[in-house]
Every structure is written in C-alpha cells, then in structure tokens.
C-alpha cells in the first residue's frame, strides 16, 4: 500500500513538472518571446509588452512615449553618451534611443535622435525585409543607431508602428524606422548637421514615416528659372526622381562639370544641395536651367522627364 502511494506521488510530481516546462515554467521577463524574431527581418512595434507594461518592439525593448528628459533617463547615458560621429560601442550608449520627429538644416521633417544629431537611410538597405548593408568601413562613416537587447526607445512625435529592430552582422541590435535601419553621420558634428544628405545619392535623411527627407519643395521651384550659375553654393550631387514628390525609383549622379544621366528623360523631381544647372541634352545641350535646392515637380518649370544631363560648380 506504501509502496503504491509512493508510486503515484512520483507519476503526478514528474507530470507536473513537464505540464511546467511546456508552459515555459522559467518567467524570465528579460527573455525575447520567440527567438524567431531575432535575424535580418524587422521585429516590429507593437508587438506585446515589455516588463514594465510598455509597449514592446520585441527583444525586451520598451518603447516609451516622449523625449529621454520627459522619461528621467540617468545623465550621460543613451544618445547623451554618444560622441558626435562616433559608433556607440559603450554599454551606456546603448541603454536607450530617443527618435524625433523634427527639422534639421533644410530638411523637414526628418527625425533626429535625443541629442539632436540628424538620422539617415541608405538606399542599399532593404525595409521589406529589413536589411543592414553597411557594416566595416561604411559602418565608422555612417554609425548604426543600435539599442542594447532590453533598452528602451523614447518615442517624439513618430508612431510605433514604425519603430523595430534588425540584428545586424556583428549581432547588435539597429533602430529601424518604416522597416529601414537607421544611422548617424561621422560628418555631423552638431546637433543640426545634414551633411549626410544626398551623399553618393544614396544616403538620405529619414522622416517620421522611414521616407527620404526632403527641404522646402518650393525652393526649386521658385528659383528654378533663373538665370546664372551663382545663386548659392554649387551642388556636387543630385538625386532624380521618375515621379513628382520624390517619388521612387530613382538615381543619383555625382561628380565634376557636365554629367550625363544614366536614364535620361524620366525624372519628374529631384533632390539637391546647392546650385546646378540641368540640360534637356546630353553633353550639356539644348535648354537649360539653373536650379537651386529641391524640385517637387519639374513640370511646373518646364523640364517634366526632359533631364539629360546636369552640370556641377
């Protein structure tokens, strides 16, 4: 009799205990739900909550609502830790990222982090899945913006359901906004700075929605027809777009003097710092016009899928 009630507590104690092991019995709450969202695919906001009841962006993250400041986040820590240009490598510089919606210099919006300095988008990324490219040498010049697994992320003025994560190669954790991941600039110095923009046509602020930044789409337009090569600091490169409003696909062209488009004829608006002059020919023939800065819509001066050629200096 002994020996049969003895049998049966060991037959429900060791049923217990794997009824505890299905059910994750372990309720470590700085565990990510599923390993499964950790690789090259965004683990999008929204997801569940975090161990503090926040929403969760997936890998422990909590994303919070309002700036770090709002949120008493500790001095010297986060983006506050971070030197300017520098890759955020210290344990500290990685607790928390602040993503504001803003302006900076002519682009509007576009988001900045919690110390100001501008972020960016590369167009040899991928959103849909999410996809870092940048990494050795392109990854000291353009810093990924990289959050601890646990951390948080300050939320200003841009929707969570934006707001992931991508692992990167070296298996940090990159910020991604509208699934593309998201950088700083080893030129930019200041809070303010976009010298990041346009660069090699395919570095572009990122706005609240993960698009390309863009500065006042009227400045194009309203000195597109004038005359003269001396109307602000000359452009050393130009993205062109086949659809007004920047509107994908697009290209980029860069360089000295005259240069020919890849595809001439298709662009319907462009993005450029500076002062060049568009040709409807190419070598630099036929009409022309001195733009300076954006153009939302060619048409509305006169060069609608007409761009064969562009001029620089």
């Known amino acids: 009799m002994i020996r049969t009630r003895t049998a049966t507590i060991v037959a429900v104690a060791t049923a217990g205990a794997l009824l505890l092991t299905a059910c994750g019995g372990d309720n470590d709450s700085s565990t990510p739900a599923s390993s499964a969202s950790v690789g090259s695919n965004p683990t999008t906001a929204g997801q569940g909550k975090a161990a503090d009841g926040s929403p969760s962006a997936g890998q422990g993250l909590s994303l919070l609502g309002g700036t770090a400041k709002a949120n008493n986040a500790p001095p010297m820590t986060g983006d506050w830790a971070n030197e300017p240009g520098k890759p955020a490598v210290k344990a500290e510089a990685q607790r928390w990222v602040q993503l504001s919606a803003s302006k900076a210099g002519a682009l509007n919006p576009v988001v900045v982090n919690g110390a100001g300095f501008t972020l960016y988008r590369f167009d040899k990324d991928t959103a849909n899945p999410s996809k870092s490219t940048c990494n050795g040498d392109c990854a000291t010049t353009w810093p990924p913006v990289v959050v601890a697994r646990g951390g948080k992320v300050f939320l200003d003025g841009v929707d969570k359901s934006k707001v992931g994560t991508v692992k990167r190669d070296d298996g940090t954790l990159q ?139």
């Open 175 to 313: 910020v991604t906004i509208g699934g593309w991941p998201v950088y700083r600039f080893s030129k930019d110095t200041k809070p303010g700075d976009t010298k990041g923009q346009g660069v090699g046509g395919t570095w572009f602020g990122v706005t609240p929605g993960g698009k390309k930044a863009s500065g006042a789409a009227a400045a194009g337009g309203e000195n597109g027809g004038q005359a003269g090569a001396g109307q602000g600091k000359p452009a050393t490169s130009v993205v062109l777009f086949d659809n007004p409003n920047f509107g994908d696909p697009s290209q980029g062209l860069t360089g000295k003097g005259c240069q020919n488009v890849a595809r001439g004829n298709v662009a319907s608006s462009l993005q450029t710092q500076g002062s060049l002059k568009i040709w409807s020919e190419a070598n630099c023939k036929g009409k022309s016009k001195v733009v300076n800065g954006d153009v939302a819509d060619l048409a509305a001066i006169g060069f609608d899928d007409d761009i064969s050629s562009v001029f620089f200096g």
